[in-house]
């Protein structure tokens, strides 16, 4: 398991892989969805292909995480950075209804600069990292980790909630001596919380799956409504992208809409979904219906390229801001499959701050602990 999670392939290859399957499970699928299916395995096989004959490794188990960033320049501007985070996920549920509270329908209204300060917020997911990482007061530690997932809870945001429980979860085991197993109960616990906070989430936000009107096949309607819930997150994306595959759709506005700020709505743009209220395709159905297969492909091959940038960069230089790229890279990879994650100009624009702030961190006065050291797997 800890060869596989220094691949760079890892977190692109299985996560989609296991989504066509279970798309292919739990659909009665028309005819001709099959080769949109196919063609998004072909895409996750050719990366691990790619990683037999790569070099881009995270480092060896002797603890990815194996320097202690409390106290030094690069803990002080991420701890400022998680603090600037918290004061706007504080103004979020001061200033605008709370959806977990009031409506959980209200999660997507954006009005009257509510848009500007979610997108700071929705960083909301590096405060555990950040806490685990960045200090040794145990109740600041704490608050973080805790607001981290309080606040996704409130604003009922199963994305940021996934960001927050993956980002923690490899934290975790980075930080875990080689020597000792990975904690494998305390990752199966927060997944299954995680995966409960998910499904719970899902039946406030959308209501019942019963309103979802797709050709599902027996093992998904033997499930119950929490499980369901979690296979439509599952599939729904490679469904999708099948979908769009097989009607020949194109309309590169899509494509447009995500990559460039004030391009339009996505939403405006009239796709010719099987089920209007299931309307994601994976991160790679922009490209297909911009560009066709051969474009998706493409995207799946510059993904990866992003991934192995992101392994070299923490891998030569453990620097605290190097592996927040990477763990927005391996989450963004792990969604891949759902919907568009990496190739927005949100998730660029995150990237930009973690360079520009490790050159800021790098520039700021030394201290007596102004240089990373060995971590202490004790404290």
Same mark, same amino acid.
């Given at each position: 398991?800890?060869r596989?999670?220094?691949?760079?392939?890892?977190?692109?290859?299985?996560?989609m %892989?296991?989504?066509?399957?279970?798309? /292919?499970?739990?659909?009665?699928l028309?005819?001709?969805?099959?080769?949109g299916?196919?063609?998004?395995?072909?895409?996750?096989?050719?990366?691990?292909?790619?990683?037999a004959?790569?070099?881009?490794? %995270?480092? /060896?188990?002797?603890?990815?995480?194996?320097v202690?960033?409390?106290?030094?320049?690069e803990?002080?501007?991420?701890?400022?950075?998680?603090?600037? *985070?918290?004061?706007?996920? &504080? %103004?979020?549920?001061?200033?605008?209804p !709370?959806?977990?509270?009031?409506d959980?329908? &209200?999660?997507?209204?954006?009005?009257?600069?509510?848009? @500007?300060?979610?997108?700071?917020?929705d960083?909301c997911?590096?405060?555990? !990292?950040?806490g685990? &990482?960045?200090? =040794?007061h145990r109740?600041l530690?704490?608050a973080?980790?805790?607001a981290?997932? /309080?606040?996704?809870?409130l604003?009922?945001?199963?994305?940021r909630?996934?960001?927050?429980?993956i980002g923690?979860?490899?934290v975790?085991?980075?930080?875990?001596?080689?020597k000792?197993?990975?904690?494998?109960?305390?990752?199966l616990?927060?997944?299954?919380?995680?995966?409960?906070a998910?499904s719970?989430?899902?039946?406030l936000?959308?209501?019942? *799956?019963?309103t979802?009107?797709?050709?599902?096949?027996?093992?998904?309607?033997?499930?119950?409504?929490?499980? +369901?819930?979690?296979?439509?997150?599952?599939?729904?994306?490679?469904?999708?992208?099948?979908?769009?595959m097989?009607?020949?759709?194109q309309?590169?506005?899509?494509?447009?809409? +995500?990559?460039?700020?004030?391009?339009?709505?996505?939403?405006?743009?009239?796709l010719p979904?099987?089920?209007s209220?299931v309307?994601?395709?994976?991160?790679?159905?922009p490209?297909? !219906?911009?560009?066709?297969?051969?474009?998706?492909?493409?995207?799946?091959?510059v993904?990866?390229a992003?991934?192995?940038?992101? *392994?070299?960069?923490?891998?030569?230089? =453990?620097?605290l801001f190097? &592996?927040?790229?990477?763990l927005?890279?391996?989450? !963004?990879c792990?969604?891949?499959?759902? /919907?568009? +994650?990496?190739?927005?100009?949100?998730n660029f624009?995150f990237?930009?701050?973690? %360079?520009?702030?490790?050159?800021?961190?790098?520039?700021?006065?030394?201290?007596?602990?102004?240089?990373? @050291?060995?971590?202490?797997?004790? =404290?």
């Amino acid at each position: 398991m800890r060869r596989l999670l220094r691949l760079p392939s890892t977190y692109i290859a299985w996560p989609m %892989l296991v989504a066509c399957a279970v798309t /292919a499970a739990i659909y009665d699928l028309p005819a001709g969805y099959g080769d949109g299916l196919v063609s998004l395995a072909l895409g996750a096989t050719g990366s691990l292909i790619a990683d037999a004959f790569g070099t881009d490794r %995270l480092p /060896a188990w002797a603890g990815a995480v194996a320097v202690d960033y409390a106290g030094t320049r690069e803990g002080f501007v991420a701890l400022a950075l998680a603090m600037g *985070v918290l004061g706007f996920c &504080l %103004l979020d549920v001061t200033l605008f209804p !709370v959806a977990l509270i009031h409506d959980p329908s &209200l999660y997507a209204t954006m009005e009257g600069g509510h848009e @500007h300060i979610r997108r700071i917020a929705d960083m909301c997911w590096i405060l555990p !990292v950040v806490g685990m &990482l960045c200090t =040794h007061h145990r109740p600041l530690r704490y608050a973080l980790i805790l607001a981290g997932f /309080a606040f996704p809870i409130l604003v009922v945001d199963r994305n940021r909630l996934f960001a927050a429980v993956i980002g923690l979860a490899m934290v975790t085991m980075f930080r875990r001596d080689p020597k000792r197993p990975l904690p494998w109960r305390s990752m199966l616990v927060l997944g299954l919380a995680g995966a409960t906070a998910f499904s719970l989430l899902g039946i406030l936000r959308s209501g019942s *799956v019963d309103t979802v009107d797709l050709p599902f096949g027996k093992v998904y309607r033997a499930a119950p409504a929490g499980i +369901q819930w979690l296979l439509l997150y599952i599939s729904a994306g490679p469904y999708n992208f099948a979908s769009m595959m097989a009607k020949g759709f194109q309309n590169a506005d899509i494509l447009l809409a +995500q990559m460039v700020p004030g391009a339009g709505a996505a939403a405006t743009v009239l796709l010719p979904l099987d089920a209007s209220n299931v309307n994601v395709g994976s991160e790679f159905m922009p490209f297909l !219906v911009a560009w066709g297969p051969g474009g998706a492909l493409a995207a799946m091959a510059v993904l990866y390229a992003l991934m192995c940038w992101s *392994v070299r960069r923490f891998t030569r230089s =453990h620097s605290l801001f190097a &592996l927040l790229v990477f763990l927005r890279m391996a989450y !963004v990879c792990v969604m891949a499959p759902f /919907a568009p +994650q990496a190739f927005i100009w949100m998730n660029f624009g995150f990237l930009g701050l973690c %360079l520009v702030l490790q050159v800021v961190a790098a520039w700021l006065p030394s201290r007596a602990r102004a240089e990373p @050291h060995d971590l202490t797997l004790t =404290h």
